[in-house]
Structure formats: C-alpha cells, structure tokens
C-alpha cells in the first residue's frame, strides 16, 4: 500500500471550514483514500472515502486531486468535537495490511 | 449491533504474566486484526486474519500470538508479558475486499510493570 504525507498539527477557529491535506504520490489505480479520526486515544472513527471522484457525506468533503498523488479532507463548520487526530490512508481493499501514520492534530480553536 | 468488542478496558500485568485480550464483533465481517498504539504514535498492525483458521503477522508480531477459529472472535495472547508491551491495543474489523471500511473496537489499556 502506498504511504502517506500529513502536517504533523494544525489549528483551525471554530465554525470555519477545516483544511487536512494528505500526500500519496505513489498511489496506484486500485488504490482508494480513506480518511479516519481518532478523539482523545479513542478507537479510530471512518470518515469517508474515495477512488477519483470527489466525495460528500454527513461528516466531510473529500477532494482527490485529477492526478491522485493528493487529497484533501473538508469539515465545512468545525466545531470543538471535530478536535482529533486525522489519519489519511491508501488501501485497496480489505484492510489486509493497512498501517496508519502519525496522522495530523487537529485543534479546534473557540 | 454491539460492532467491535474489547476485553477488558484495562489490565495491568506483571512481567512475565500471560493473559489474553479478547475481541469479538457481530457484523460477520471475514477480516480482524489487532493493533498496537503507543504514546505519540501511530497504530501499528501486529496480526490480522481474513477468515476463520487463517491468521498472518503484520508489522510487529513479536511476543503475541492469535488464532481465529470463528468469524466472531480474533484472541490475542501475550505469552509473557514484557514492560516494552505496554500501550493500548485496538481490535478491527471489516469486509474482506471492497472498497469498504474498517469498525474499531475503543482499546485495551495494558501496562506491564
């Protein structure tokens, strides 16, 4: 599986949109994106993922650049809650030997 | 549905101790595995199984050991407990193939004195 590239920490003000780049040049065709956040050493939670296409759900925006080599997470109104560790992954599938990176810290500022 | 459940929450060992973190989920999904958080980090894959009687080690398998023999449980045993095993322990599950996501279970809190 590919890896992957996160700022290690970023802040953002509460009700703003929050911006979680990831880089994964060396992603190939069967791979898929895959976005997950962890509050206070909690389980790891699914956010959303996706192949090319862009993708929206209750939680976030997925954009995947048209080349793939980069995404990017968007949590339209950030609030408190949304404070966690996101982790960006690439996987085909199955999760056979998925390994998580340290992730980015997000803070939501009041 | 309970998802994916882990046992006990919290366990403080001796070292040289043995003991076994359980984990079972209810959504028959075919592949489990176990990780290893520590302080700071990342999760780190020890072993995983894509279906019952079929286990393989990921990334740091030293000093644990599973067996899956239903698709609900995947056990993992410390054969004897070392302080450098000290960390939390997360369980997962989720379909075999697919584009398809993973469940977690909240972690065991192990420490080894």
């Known amino acids: 599986d590919a890896k992957t590239t996160q700022p290690p920490s970023m802040d953002c003000a509460e009700g703003r949109a929050a911006n979680l780049p990831c880089n994964h040049s060396t992603i190939s065709g069967n791979e898929y994106v895959y976005w997950y956040r962890q509050i206070h050493s909690q389980g790891p939670q699914y956010i959303i993922h996706g192949l090319k296409n862009n993708e929206t759900n209750e939680m976030a925006s997925l954009i995947i650049t048209e080349d793939r080599k980069s995404s990017t997470l968007i949590l339209p109104h950030a609030t408190l809650r949304d404070t966690a560790v996101y982790y960006c992954?690439?996987?085909?599938?199955?999760?056979?030997?998925?390994?998580f990176g340290t992730g980015t810290k997000l803070q939501v500022i009041p | 549905n309970a998802g994916v459940t882990q046992t006990p929450k919290f366990q403080v060992l001796k070292t040289g101790q043995s003991m076994t973190l359980q984990c079972a989920q209810d959504m028959n999904h075919e592949y489990m595995s176990w990780y290893r958080q520590d302080p700071g980090m990342g999760l780190r894959l020890i072993h995983y199984s894509v279906g019952a009687g079929i286990t393989d080690q990921g990334e740091v398998p030293n000093g644990y050991n599973v067996s899956r023999s239903t698709t609900e449980d995947f056990p993992l045993r410390l054969l004897s407990a070392a302080p450098s095993q000290t960390s939390v322990y997360f369980c997962?599950?989720?379909?075999?193939?697919?584009?398809?996501?993973?469940?977690f279970g909240q972690g065991t809190r192990l420490t080894v004195v």
């Open positions: 997962a599950s989720s379909y075999r193939t697919g584009s398809t996501e993973a469940f």
């Open positions: 992954i690439v996987n085909s599938g199955g999760y056979q030997k998925v390994t």
